[in-house]
């Protein structure tokens, strides 16, 4: 999110080369796996995220730029723009899954009819009249760990009150996505200069990836939301002048919800907003307001979600002590068209490479049409990474990373687990902390 090379916009020469890098690996596999070519309609899904990224990236942000366009004007282009491209794939998505699977739901379809059986489940729970015992009811049927409870639950009011509509539900999705390129700006524009926030906005606006979740009934694009609005909310919370419990109750009360989504996000939230209060600029943060703040953000935290966080902290340390890792990874290179290459994966692999992976795939892979279906998404974070990394570099040399804390230890923090998570190759789980690099 800093401004790249000086320039106030998305160089030309920076999207040029890029997509040409893109169509040059398209060319070179296409000559060296001929026979595992992808199918013609993977290579268009993948030369629209790709080429439409790097071509509006360059567009929008000299003809959005601050010599063009007042603030106010560029939020409500930022949101409402972001809305019409994301309503846009929800219609198409709806109608390319049916006519490619039968049913409005992506390739082998896991977890997605997992939350709509679910869901289904619940606002039928609710049209039986179990209001105020819903939860009890819902947690007894669901019989799982509460990361996956909290999103079904919503998605069963969100069904109760459209009908179980699922084009609805994804409509919503949409907005909540677009609302998320807005948070994204306003942090950045609270943390760097103006036109890097709209940089920052316009990448989020068109990242393919965000884009693509929208389409799909898993819980990802809430999710992500979520997170970016706690980022937003405690950042503001920490910069303003004024001390607020009311601001504090939200950030904690934004901490709960996360908690039921994924356990691992939200600690790693509430630990990077202790980390800020410690750690902040003292030109961000004055040492009384953090003295207070900290007190009160500890006890709150404590009496809260404190015995929470212990359990599923000892569970991530119990589950990098077991060999989760290890287990997951032989267990992908032995499995049905695995990669046998997989079992030598660890830690000491994905750490280098954490913010860049996973790697876009590109030749035609048996039940990977999903990850076929955003090859050129994880292509646009793969280019990406290395301006996040030179980012890095030049925050920690100059010192001005204490300037940024929230946002930089949330996601650097959620970096460190994934790496020694099961998941540190995971697109989906990528996608969590992808929105505010």
């Known amino acids: 999110m800093l401004k790249p090379l000086g320039y106030t916009f998305v160089p030309r020469w920076f999207s040029e080369r890029a997509i040409a890098i893109y169509l040059g690996l398209l060319l070179a596999v296409g000559v060296l796996f001929r026979d595992y070519m992808m199918a013609w309609y993977f290579i268009l899904f993948g030369l629209v995220e790709v080429c439409g990224f790097f071509y509006y990236a360059n567009y929008f942000s000299k003809e959005w730029s601050v010599e063009h366009v007042r603030n106010q004007v560029f939020a409500k282009r930022l949101f409402l723009t972001a809305l019409a491209i994301r309503i846009v794939y929800v219609l198409f998505s709806y109608w390319f899954y049916i006519e490619m699977t039968g049913l409005p739901f992506e390739y082998h379809v896991a977890d997605s009819m997992f939350y709509h059986t679910s869901a289904l489940h619940g606002a039928q729970l609710l049209r039986d009249g179990h209001v105020w015992d819903f939860w009890p009811?819902?947690?007894?049927?669901?019989?799982?760990?509460?990361?996956?409870?909290?999103?079904?639950?919503?998605?069963?009011?969100?069904?109760?009150?459209?009908?179980?509509?699922?084009?609805?539900?994804?409509?919503?999705?949409?907005?909540?996505?677009?609302?998320?390129?807005?948070?994204?700006?306003?942090?950045?524009?609270?943390?760097?200069?103006?036109?890097?926030?709209?940089?920052?906005?316009?990448?989020?606006?068109?990242?393919?990836?965000?884009?693509?979740?929208?389409?799909?009934?898993?819980k990802e694009t809430e999710m992500v939301c979520l997170t970016v609005l706690?980022?937003?909310?405690?950042?503001?919370?920490?910069?303003?002048?004024?001390?607020?419990?009311?601001?504090?109750?939200?950030?904690?009360?934004?901490?709960?919800?996360?908690?039921?989504?994924?356990?691992?996000?939200?600690?790693?939230?509430?630990?990077?907003?202790?980390?800020?209060?410690?750690?902040?600029?003292?030109?961000?943060?004055?040492?009384?307001?953090?003295?207070?703040?900290?007190?009160?953000?500890?006890?709150?935290?404590?009496?809260?979600?404190?015995?929470?966080?212990?359990?599923?902290?000892?569970?991530?340390?119990?589950?990098?002590?077991?060999?989760?890792?290890?287990?997951?990874?032989?267990?992908?290179?032995?499995?049905?068209?695995?990669?046998?290459?997989?079992?030598?994966?660890?830690?000491?692999?994905?750490?280098?490479?954490?913010?860049?992976?996973?790697?876009?795939?590109?030749?035609?892979?048996?039940?990977?049409?999903?990850?076929?279906?955003?090859?050129?998404?994880?292509?646009?974070?793969?280019?990406?990474?290395?301006?996040?990394?030179?980012?890095?570099?030049?925050?920690?040399?100059?010192g001005d990373w204490r300037k940024h804390a929230m946002p930089l230890s949330f996601m650097l923090g959620y970096l460190v687990v994934l790496v020694f998570s099961s998941f540190a190759h995971s697109e989906r789980f990528h996608l969590d902390r992808k929105s505010v690099v």
């Not at 077991?322 to 032995?334: L, P, S, T, Y």
């Not at 974070?381 to 920690?396: P, Q, W």
């Open 137 to 218: 009811e819902f947690n007894r049927y669901m019989g799982t760990d509460i990361s996956d409870t909290g999103y079904a639950a919503y998605l069963s009011v969100v069904y109760f009150l459209t009908r179980d509509s699922i084009l609805v539900t994804r409509i919503i999705k949409a907005i909540l996505s677009a609302m998320t390129a807005a948070l994204i700006y306003h942090i950045a524009q609270r943390n760097f200069s103006e036109p890097t926030a709209r940089i920052a906005g316009i990448f989020c606006m068109l990242m393919p990836n965000l884009i693509f979740y929208c389409g799909l009934q898993l």
């Open 230 to 398: 706690l980022v937003e909310e405690a950042d503001l919370m920490l910069r303003s002048p004024d001390f607020s419990l009311k601001q504090l109750l939200f950030v904690l009360l934004i901490g709960a919800g996360l908690f039921t989504m994924r356990t691992a996000l939200a600690i790693v939230a509430i630990l990077a907003l202790l980390f800020t209060i410690v750690l902040a600029s003292d030109k961000v943060m004055s040492w009384a307001k953090r003295l207070i703040m900290g007190v009160l953000a500890v006890a709150l935290i404590g009496v809260t979600v404190g015995n929470r966080i212990q359990e599923n902290a000892k569970e991530l340390v119990e589950n990098v002590q077991g060999g989760g890792q290890k287990a997951n990874m032989e267990w992908r290179a032995k499995r049905d068209n695995g990669n046998e290459f997989a079992k030598y994966a660890g830690s000491a692999v994905f750490a280098p490479m954490i913010f860049t992976i996973p790697f876009s795939t590109l030749v035609a892979t048996p039940e990977q049409e999903n990850q076929l279906l955003i090859h050129g998404g994880n292509f646009v974070k793969n280019m990406l990474s290395g301006l996040t990394i030179f980012a890095m570099f030049v925050l920690l040399l100059t």
